[in-house]
């Protein structure tokens, strides 16, 4: 389900001067219920923002009348908490620190995956709603609901949607455990694994211990895409979490 407020579907305004691309993206988004919007420049832009509410801005860095990093700027300067992704063909880690040093909240690079770009969209609208996830919600409940799995918080083993149990280990429960917390929250290996950030080996084993989870997941159908890597960036929970 898509991170809506209660009283209406965020709006997400989609920029880019490729018609193909800007139509890709919006048809991707409105699988998930959002208020969308488009536009394929910076003048178009300027007056979605004065004829609507917007709540996110998908935009592309290169348009045909501007820089997308200097209207990142203009926006800022002028109080605007509008929420902001960049996306652009140009990766350099110049342009990254740039555009978020001027105020955008992510950046990603082009070519990605619709999926990739969906989380990243939930991720910033809880946080600026303040919604507090799975911490918040948890309380004393015995099982987290994710997917078609159940998680037994007391026994720390998997249920299947037919009973079946599967065991987990102490280092995949905890590891699991960081990810119900924060669903659709992309995580760093340094988050996951905070013990083993300073070994030589860090990279090798939160990868293996990854793949070791996700073989269990996988072993029922809906399970195999929960956990999903971001390139450069770690790894997320790709559903929401319910608790029982």
């Known amino acids: 389900m898509p991170d809506t407020a209660s009283t209406r579907a965020a709006t997400i305004l989609v920029v880019d001067d490729d018609a193909d691309i800007r139509e890709l993206i919006v048809g991707q988004l409105a699988q998930e219920n959002y208020q969308l919007l488009s536009a394929a420049n910076l003048g178009e832009l300027r007056q979605t923002l004065r004829d609507h509410a917007v709540d996110l801005i998908v935009l592309d860095l290169n348009l045909p009348d501007g820089d997308g990093l200097s209207l990142c700027r203009e926006l800022r300067g002028e109080g605007s908490d509008v ?10 880690a110049i342009d990254r620190v740039l555009g978020l040093e001027l105020g955008a909240d992510d950046y990603l690079t082009k ?33 987290a609901h994710f997917g078609p799995w159940r998680l037994d918080l007391v026994q720390r083993r998997l249920i299947a949607p037919d009973d079946r149990l599967v065991m ?77």
Do not use: W
């Open 83 to 92: 929420q902001i992704i960049m996306v652009t063909a140009r990766g350099s």
């Open 111 to 143: 070519p990605f995956e619709p999926r990739e770009l969906l989380v990243r969209i939930r991720n910033l609208l809880r946080r600026g709603r303040g919604d507090n996830g799975a911490q918040g919600r948890a309380g004393s409940a015995r099982y």
């Open 168 to 244: 987990l280990s102490s280092a995949e429960y905890r590891l699991l455990c960081h990810f119900i917390e924060q669903p659709n929250i992309v995580l760093g290996r340094e988050t996951l694994l905070p013990e083993r950030r300073a070994t030589a080996a860090f990279d090798r084993s939160i990868d293996l211990q990854i793949s070791r989870l996700r073989q269990k997941l996988s072993s029922v159908a809906g399970g195999s895409e929960l956990i999903l890597t971001v390139r450069g960036e770690g790894y997320v929970l790709a559903s929401a979490v319910d608790y029982s």
